[in-house]
Nanobody, 122 residues
Framework: QVQLVESGGGLVHTGGSLTLSCLAS????????MGWFRQAPGTEREFVAY????????NYADSVRGRFTISRDNAKNTLYLQMNSLKPEDTAVYYC???????????????WGQGTQVTVSS
């Protein structure tokens, strides 16, 4: 198993930036493909970005491409999501997740963090 804990959420104005972190413990972090998802009130959880074990492959949802950057530091067991040019529609609880292969599908992620709230005010 791997345990995931997100941090770095908060309140930011439109156009601002935040960096989320996800610290992993338990089984080897570098063995997992990692992803970020988000869930806004009254909506289903949606894919944001994923990154492969060695950072060689990354993919983003169209809604965040060009504004968000996913990265990882395997030596620190940490996943990151740098979010720039934030918009009110980015307001959501953000979750990190671990999977055995790169995928945009929520059901294929085996381990999840508890989430961190990001609120973007207009």
């Amino acid at each position: 198993q791997v345990q995931l804990v997100e941090s770095g959420g908060g309140l930011v104005h439109t156009g601002g930036s935040l960096t989320l972190s996800c610290l992993a413990s338990g089984r080897t972090f570098r063995a997992y493909e990692m992803g970020w998802f988000r869930q806004a009130p009254g909506t289903e959880r949606e894919f944001v970005a994923y990154i492969s074990r060695t950072s060689g492959t990354r993919n983003y949802a169209d809604s965040v491409r060009g504004r968000f950057t996913i990265s990882r530091d395997n030596a620190k067991n940490t996943l990151y999501l740098q979010m720039n040019s934030l918009k009110p529609e980015d307001t959501a609880v953000y979750y990190c997740a671990a999977a055995s292969r790169v995928t945009t599908l929520e059901r294929e992620y085996d381990y999840w963090g508890q989430g961190t709230q990001v609120t973007v005010s207009s």
